[in-house]
């Protein structure tokens, strides 16, 4: 039979503790305030969806994001390398690298609710 130790119990006031990573005790739509954001979307080409996916991820970041993101948009078609090392599926997919944790929205992002929440930028009611 295997005995494990315990860990040891912490001390000293709680209040005091600071976070080890950030955001390790913000609540969700808290980075919306200082955070910067690094956003991938991979497209296909012109087609309707990826055209439609562009427009409305822009308008989430100039309206949201004020500034503070980095968005760079993927062909999968001139840049296949890049959506295999992702393992792209689909497109378009959008992938939020920063801040963690990493996320992936798929579809043309017309559902404004959904892609902030996706994207931490606000608490689902």
Avoid: W
Avoid at 63 to 87: S, T
């Amino acid at each position: 039979m295997i005995h494990m130790k315990k860990p040891p119990k912490k001390t000293g006031p709680v209040g005091n503790r600071k976070p080890r990573s950030p955001g390790e005790m913000e609540q969700p739509g808290s980075h919306s305030l200082q955070a910067k954001y690094v956003l991938r979307l991979y497209i296909n080409g012109s087609t309707l969806k990826s055209t439609l996916a562009v427009k409305n991820i822009k308008q989430v970041c100039e309206q949201h994001l004020n500034g503070r993101y980095k968005l760079e948009i993927i062909d999968i078609c001139r840049q296949a390398n890049l959506a295999r090392d992702e393992q792209i599926v689909a497109v378009p997919t959008l992938i939020k690298r920063l801040p963690l944790p990493l996320r992936r929205l798929i579809g043309d992002l017309s559902d404004q609710n959904k892609v902030l929440f996706g994207l931490d930028l606000k608490i689902r009611e």
